[in-house]
């Protein structure tokens, strides 16, 4: 007999979580105005709204925290940290910083200008964010099938070279870099493949273009490669990381989700002249050029979480948990994003909630929903988060309303995604009861998701 698949690792610390009741929750949300954000994290059971920074480090993560250097320049956990990443992902010049948003905001500060247009596939919402906020603009490049939930596609990641292409013909001269999400969150989870990879460094070269990393789930990507690439194989996780990377100019990185810290992050770089121009914003923004806003025990536990994040065995039990609570939502019929993702199960509220129009916000409602039920939270993944045209101030409405159900990294049991499951098939069986959506009160004027107000539509 075939032996079951059990974690690879053994819990020796737990906390605590309350239960609340219904009525609990009901006055929470409304008192949090409809945003979950917005909840304290006490009066949450299941916390799913995130992956960054809520997973939990190794016995070896905190063994080299308290082996942390705290000296403000030079820092020998600064070189460790760099000898990681160098090992990893083969960038020579690296910057510290205290998360992703950071790494964008510095390398942005120096590559992005007004009216630049930057292609990509699906950037998420603080690197559109960052973009954004410069008054250029980001151009969607992902491919038609990672609009189709119930499409089996193994790289709904992939940039669509047909669509970048077009971009770069036509105002190539506005391009400063082309940008690649590692997997594609907002489209799920969805990975990247090493080809699509090579043909955009291809078409990268061909322009003379740099191409830049979001790698904050390089790892999941790598592991998705190796099971669905059949070249990959018998390639260690690490060997496929290496030459993920070597199709990069530049990658930004928050180390809080696959080198499994609760803060920090990091770009890398090859061009020496780069490097330098982005230590001044650095040193403005973040800090030192080595330690960027970090302690140094944290710097510690990237590099060494940068190594446990890179081994099959761990990443084959973080993914396959995903999907251990994917497939008990497929199994009643609830829609998902499919294949499922790596770092969390996105379920399509467009299919969920029919009765509802996406002007309602459909994904958020859905959330607000799960959370009454059961106090699960998650995040909305949608016309929220879709933010504002920057010219028009119109809502956007994107092709994908997500509820997306973000897994923390060896945190939860399986116990705890069937309660999940459940709980959304009890919201599934009464979705036709669910008449109101969601209406926002108040706005912030980009990145609005955070702080926003609601109140039923």
Not at 44 to 62: E, H, K, N, P
Not at 126 to 151: N, S
Not at 186 to 201: C, F, K, T
Not at 258 to 271: E, H, K, P, Q, S
Request: charged share 25%; aromatic share 10%.
């Amino acid at each position: 007999m075939e032996l079951p698949f059990a974690e690879s690792y053994r819990i020796k610390m737990v906390e605590t979580i309350r239960r609340s009741s219904r009525e609990e929750r009901e006055k929470w949300i409304k008192e949090a105005k409809y945003n979950l954000f917005q909840l304290k994290s006490g009066q949450v059971f299941i916390d799913l709204l995130t992956d960054s920074g809520t997973g939990a480090m190794s016995d070896r993560q905190w063994a080299e925290m308290m082996l942390g250097d705290e000296s403000y320049a030079g820092a020998s956990s600064y070189y460790k940290m760099k000898e990681a990443i160098a090992a990893v992902t083969g960038f020579e010049y690296f910057l510290p910083v205290h998360q992703g948003r950071a790494a964008e905001n510095v390398l942005f500060s120096v590559l992005v200008k007004e009216g630049n247009l930057v292609p990509g596939n699906s950037h998420f919402d603080t690197t559109k964010g960052h973009i954004e906020y410069r008054k250029a603009f980001a151009v969607d490049c992902t491919i038609d099938e990672a609009f189709d939930t119930q499409c089996l596609h193994p790289f709904k990641g992939n940039v669509d070279l047909q669509k970048l292409e077009d971009v770069l013909k036509k105002s190539a001269e506005k391009v400063p870099f082309i940008i690649i999400t590692l997997t594609n969150n907002s489209a799920g989870g969805q990975p990247v493949s090493m080809e699509n990879l090579r043909l955009v460094r291809q078409m990268a070269d061909k322009y003379g273009k740099m191409i830049i990393f979001d790698s904050a789930r390089f790892a999941e990507n790598a592991y998705f490669i190796k099971l669905r690439e059949e070249k990959y194989r018998d390639s260690s996780i690490r060997d496929i990381a290496r030459e993920m990377f070597s199709y990069a100019d530049v990658m930004t990185m928050s180390a809080k989700k696959d080198a499994i810290v609760n803060i920090g992050g990091f770009i890398g770089l090859r061009d020496p002249e780069l490097f330098r121009q982005c230590t001044v914003f650095n040193i403005m923004y973040e800090g030192y050029i080595t330690y960027g806003g970090l302690a140094g025990r944290d710097m510690n536990a990237i590099a060494q979480g940068l190594y446990e994040g890179t081994e099959f065995e761990y990443l084959e039990t973080r993914i396959r948990q995903v999907e251990y609570l994917g497939n008990r939502l497929i199994d009643f019929g609830i829609p998902i994003q499919m294949p499922i993702g790596g770092h969390a199960v996105f379920v399509d509220a467009k299919r969920f909630l029919t009765n509802l129009k996406q002007e309602e916000f459909q994904a958020q409602t859905l959330a607000v929903q799960l959370y009454i039920e059961a106090g699960v939270r998650g995040v909305e993944i949608g016309a929220l988060l879709a933010d504002r045209d920057p010219v028009t101030r119109e809502n956007r409405f994107p092709k994908l309303e997500f509820l997306r159900l973000a897994i923390p990294r060896r945190v939860y049991t399986n116990n705890h995604m069937d309660v999940v499951a459940i709980a959304l098939k009890n919201v599934f069986d009464r979705r036709d009861k669910v008449t109101h959506g969601m209406k926002i009160i108040r706005e912030a004027p980009i990145m609005r998701h955070f702080t926003v107000e609601l109140d039923l539509a």
